[in-house]
């Protein structure tokens, strides 16, 4: 009986807590849309602003160099040496990474952009709106519009003001993302939300705050993320968590994800040769410099470069060149897989590292390396052309950087003069 009593006081008591339940319910209902929405706002926000500051950050990486408006009648916008008219290769890949609509200014005009008008024509020429003008272009300050029409659509956008070097706002960058995506995220998330609550309360209540707090964690780390990005840690990871959702935090995850991995090509590899960039091997020799510090492993540092280099160029032409460079470059990835790293220097110099390695060992593989390059004969316009190659080795005894690489960069040179093809330690 009293087990009885005391399930029907149970069972009394949630019948009473029903309707104050559902009350409170609606109340935070309300108040979780609301929230949800601004938070999504924000989140959209972070997400224009990272992306426009990562777009331009890649526009000076590529194309380093003021923007200039050169022509008579027939005007075209430079960047430094590069000419950036109908040159749409790089916001066009963003878009297609992030699905972000981009635009750049030169003033108040379109000069690139992904935005098409009604007839599928880039809407290329045409003037920013009044009210961005007045706001980031007189002020040189960045704004953020939630639902701006452009062309009778309407988009959350970010301008940002694009800057010369000597300080003067010269244009604008705008992303933008179409407001009935955001919308329908937006109700998409909160639709569930709302069914369940009306069902059932309390596990509506339970899983409003679990997912709450797994939103919550996914939208910081996601931030997190952006912010290292930004700070320029490509290498920088985002939670699995993070990645295996299935709603718009996870595609914007994924856009995140895919937007750094475009930027670590563009900023650590080699165009032609895709081995690791200057920038690129500069880093990892540091991080063996101070690996090798505290642990006390070996390493050795050479720098090659291709003998009689512009000869090839001037006899046979730089797409000859190129061909060269490549077919060098493959061998000496090849050679150095699982023992170093090897990096493209400049020009026809490489920068080879080699971890865990001491003298001995290292020259070992350069004498490899050496013997194949002699060997591989570079196949162009019905000629075999053969190179040879000089390096300048030198033991990683020193903690300094630049010593190391002026080190093996002389022994190079001795190399260079004293009848090239050989290893100079």
Aim: charged letters at 20%; proline letters at 1%.
């Amino acid at each position: 009986m009293k087990t009885g009593g005391k399930g029907k006081i149970s069972y009394a008591l949630q019948a009473i807590n029903i309707i104050p339940l559902l009350f409170f319910g609606i109340i935070i209902m309300l108040l979780g849309t609301h929230w949800f929405t601004q938070c999504m706002y924000n989140e959209v926000e972070t997400e224009l602003s990272h992306v426009a500051c990562n777009l331009s950050m890649m526009f000076d990486t590529i194309y380093p160099g003021d923007y200039e408006l050169i022509g008579e009648s027939s005007y075209q916008l430079y960047k430094g040496e590069y000419n950036l008219t109908n040159n749409y290769t790089l916001i066009d890949r963003v878009k297609e990474d992030t699905g972000l609509d981009i635009t750049l200014f030169y003033q108040d005009t379109r000069v690139l952009t992904t935005l098409t008008g009604n007839n599928g024509v880039r809407i290329v020429g045409s003037g920013a709106p009044s009210v961005v003008t007045k706001d980031v272009l007189n002020t040189g300050e960045a704004h953020f519009y939630t639902k701006s029409i452009i062309y009778n659509s309407s988009y959350f956008s970010f301008y940002m003001p694009l800057m010369n070097s000597d300080g003067g706002v010269i244009g604008m960058l705008f992303v933008g993302k179409p407001t009935a995506e955001v919308d329908a995220a937006v109700q998409k998330a909160i639709y569930p939300l709302i069914v369940a609550d009306i069902v059932l309360v309390i596990l509506v209540s339970l899983f409003t705050f679990m997912y709450t707090k797994r939103f919550v964690s996914s939208l910081l780390q996601i931030h997190g993320f952006l912010q290292e990005v930004s700070a320029g840690n490509l290498s920088a990871n985002l939670d699995s968590s993070v990645l295996g959702r299935s709603d718009e935090l996870g595609e914007i995850a994924h856009s995140a994800l895919n937007m750094q991995r475009s930027l670590r090509t563009l900023v650590e590899q080699d165009a032609l040769t895709s081995l690791a960039n200057r920038r690129s091997g500069d880093r990892k020799l540091r991080e063996i410099v101070r690996d090798s510090a505290a642990t006390g492993k070996d390493f050795c540092v050479a720098i090659g470069d291709i003998d009689f280099f512009k000869k090839v160029n001037d006899t046979y032409g730089h797409e000859c060149g190129d061909l060269v460079l490549k077919n060098v470059a493959y061998r000496l990835r090849s050679h150095m897989h699982g023992f170093g790293i090897a990096s493209r220097w400049g020009g026809e110099e490489f920068l080879l590292i080699f971890e865990d390695k001491n003298v001995e060992e290292s020259m070992k593989i350069l004498d490899e390396i050496m013997d194949d390059i002699r060997t591989l004969e570079n196949e162009y316009d019905g000629h075999r052309i053969k190179v040879t190659m000089t390096f300048g080795l030198t033991r990683g005894n020193t903690e300094d950087v630049t010593a190391l690489l002026r080190s093996a960069d002389e022994k190079l040179y001795e190399g260079k003069t004293t009848g090239r093809n050989r290893i100079i330690l």
